[in-house]
């Protein structure tokens, strides 16, 4: 089954760059799809495709994909951007797969 | 605007049947496709499955012999049912509309319905 892995944390100091990566095998080749999720709400869309942002997404939410990793890129991190952070792929055999998920502390 | 919202008894025995409803506004089933997702207390997010307006299913292999999704479209409602539950079911369910069959994104969710399985 595929498998997608990310660091179980990152912290970030308010204004700096937070960089939540995703592993999988050979994931370059797949689209990779990213959700913020937080406490007590349900998650939100915030990359799909690999780069696109949802209409009303801030523009400090950007995303890349190559080799065996994704990579969701928060710019000029504030506050109100603290949650878990997953991502998620179509795998042809495993289906719809979300990697383990990172905690986003804003310090 | 979409909205979907989950509802279903809080407590289910073990060895029991979980049956959960999506209501569905602002939307038309025919469109999209439509999923269910859960989260363990403390874990990641899980796939349990999707339905089409016609009928068409695809599950998660780790769950697919307990799961069942269906949908009445003159109610704008899909359904999840999870057989033989245990401990390890104990979740929050979510529902989401999926872009498409493959390949794609779950936007929106609904607001999640805290399922725990316990005598």
């Known amino acids: 089954s595929y498998e997608l892995t990310q660091p179980p944390s990152v912290s970030v100091s308010p204004g700096q760059t937070a960089t939540i990566t995703c592993s999988g095998d050979?994931?370059?080749?797949?689209?990779a799809y990213w959700y913020q999720h937080k406490p007590g709400q349900s998650p939100v869309l915030v990359v799909y495709?690999?780069?696109k942002r949802p209409s009303g997404i801030p523009e400090r939410f950007s995303g890349s994909n190559s080799g065996n990793t994704a990579t969701l890129t928060i710019s000029g991190t504030q506050a109100l951007d603290e949650a878990d952070y997953y991502c998620?792929?179509?795998?042809?055999?495993?289906?719809?797969?979300f990697g383990t998920g990172t905690r986003v502390t804003v310090l | 605007q979409v909205q979907l919202l989950e509802s279903g008894p809080g407590l289910v025995k073990p060895s029991e049947t979980l049956s959960l409803t999506c209501a569905l506004s602002?939307?038309?089933?025919?469109?999209?496709?439509w999923s269910w997702i859960r989260q363990p207390p403390g874990k990641g997010l899980q796939w349990i499955g999707y339905?089409?307006?016609?009928?068409?299913?695809s599950y998660n292999p780790s769950l697919e012999s307990r799961v069942t999704i269906s949908v009445d479209t003159s109610k704008n409602q899909f359904s999840l049912k999870m057989t033989s539950v245990t401990a390890a079911d104990t979740a929050v369910y979510y529902c989401?509309?999926?872009?498409?069959?493959?390949?794609?994104?779950?936007?929106?969710w609904g607001q999640g319905i805290l399922v725990n399985v316990s005598s």
């Open positions: 989401a509309r999926l872009g498409g069959r493959s390949d794609s994104w779950f936007d929106p």
């Open positions: 602002g939307d038309s089933f025919r469109s999209y496709y």
């Open positions: 339905i089409y307006y016609s009928g068409d299913t």
């Open positions: 050979k994931l370059e080749k797949k689209y």
């Open positions: 495709q690999d780069t």
């Open positions: 998620q792929v179509w795998d042809s055999s495993t289906l719809y797969v």
